[in-house]
């Protein structure tokens, strides 16, 4: 089963940048989509981003445009790059991993505030 650690969450003004990094360790085998999902308090987890082992990704409606998925696989990494970002991306950003049979494997989580 693959570990996942992110890094890269913090405070940063509306209309800043971050980068997140996800870490990957331990067996990848079976794994169909790396993502990155997000969850705010009182709201559901959410899809952020996710990229095939294709290269192909899909993004949720709200960061279409602002954010970009890219995953390095000689390095083990999946990144999450966040322009322009709003008060509403602020979240707990998980790193997500999943199965060809359906199965999710989580990271901690990371933290991102964006003031106003």
């Known amino acids: 089963q693959v570990q996942l650690v992110e890094s890269g969450g913090g405070l940063v003004q509306a209309g800043g940048s971050l980068r997140l990094s996800c870490a990957l360790s331990?067996?990848?085998?079976?794994?169909?989509?790396l993502g990155w999902y997000r969850q705010a308090p009182g709201k559901q987890r959410e899809l952020v981003a996710s990229?095939?082992?294709?290269?192909?990704?899909n993004y949720g409606d709200s960061v279409k445009g602002r954010f970009a998925i890219s995953r390095d696989n000689a390095k083990n990494m999946v990144y999450l790059q966040m322009n322009s970002l709003k008060p509403d991306d602020t979240a707990v950003y998980y790193c997500?991993?999943?199965?060809?049979?359906?199965?999710?494997?989580w990271g901690q989580g990371t933290q991102v505030t964006v003031s106003s």
């Open positions: 331990g067996s990848f085998f079976g794994i169909a989509n």
């Open positions: 997500n991993a999943r199965y060809i049979v359906g199965y999710d494997s």
């Open positions: 990229i095939t082992s294709g290269g192909s990704t």
